[in-house]
């Protein structure tokens, strides 16, 4: 038996093919709705226009009604009561081939892929999309039926070809969707004091690089070190970062030393939300 034949009898005796060995297949990102940085609940909310349920995964535009359910492994099942969840799919980082691609996932959810003006129909089971061109950005969007009882949605994979393989499992999920979308917990930020009440050009770099340049909001207030005083930074004042590095101007809740650096300390609290999330 050749090695060829060899590889092909143990992939089928798995319940594989040759695409389903083929690494980097779903174009979703988590696709099994583990990750939640934004803490969202799992018991039944309801989502307004936009609103994030988990990381990628967004209320559609007359928001939604969801609860998520998380299994020992991780893989996670959201309960659609009412609206519409979707992912907007980067055309030029994860449609570069375009041509034919297929959607699949587990329940009984409905679904669809929506490119450039298109509005095609939910459908139940797999979905195929033909002629994306290449490096197209795409929308996938699971809804339930209208009046119809909550549906179930898990392990959604979007990929290439016609035909659905076994959803592909990666150890980088977090990093793909740190892309988009990072709660930033006890920040190591390095700026300078430049009035008493100011810590100015407070940077960090970001890897990997943010889709676009991100939005900095301050989640909770960050300590602040000159070398002799602690402060709090309470508000931020001007945002200079770029896709590749936070860069912020912080007021202050009490004076430190004009000229000596403002150090944030490691491991000392506070929370900075980045988001650079893509919308299509």
Excluded at 35 to 47: C, E, F, K, L, M
Excluded at 106 to 126: M, N
Excluded at 164 to 187: L, M, N, Q, S
Aim: proline share 6%.
């Amino acid at each position: 038996m050749s090695h060829r034949s060899t590889i092909a009898h143990l992939l089928f005796s798995l319940g594989l093919n040759g695409a389903a060995a083929i690494s980097f297949r779903n174009r979703l990102v988590n696709g099994n709705f583990f990750i939640n940085q934004r803490g969202a609940s799992n018991a039944p909310t309801v989502y307004p226009p936009g609103a994030f349920i988990r990381d990628r995964w967004k209320a559609g535009p007359a928001g939604c009604t969801a609860a998520c359910v998380t299994a020992a492994n991780g893989d996670t099942t959201m309960h659609i009561g009412k609206g519409t969840v979707r992912q907007d799919v980067e055309g030029a980082l994860y449609l570069l081939e375009g041509g034919r691609y297929c959607l699949s996932w587990q329940g009984d959810a409905i679904g669809r892929i929506v490119v450039s003006d298109t509005t095609p129909v939910f459908e139940s089971g797999q979905v195929v999309a033909s002629d994306i061109p290449a490096g197209t950005n795409a929308i996938v969007e699971f809804s339930c039926r209208s009046g119809g009882p909550p549906v179930s949605l898990r392990l959604a994979q979007l990929e290439p070809g016609s035909t659905p393989t076994v959803f592909e499992r990666r150890d980088d999920e977090a990093i793909r969707c740190g892309r988009y979308f990072r709660r930033i917990a006890k920040p190591p930020l390095r700026g300078v004091v430049c009035t008493v009440d100011m810590a100015a050009r407070c940077g960090m770099p970001l890897s990997p690089t943010m889709a676009v340049v991100p939005k900095v909001s301050l989640v909770e207030h960050l300590p602040v070190f000159d070398g002799a005083s602690i402060s709090m930074a309470t508000t931020i004042l001007t945002d200079y970062s770029t896709s590749e590095s936070i860069e912020l101007d912080f007021a202050l809740s009490s004076e430190l030393t004009v000229g000596r650096p403002a150090i944030f300390f490691a491991g000392q609290g506070g929370i900075l939300d980045v988001e650079a999330e893509v919308v299509f």
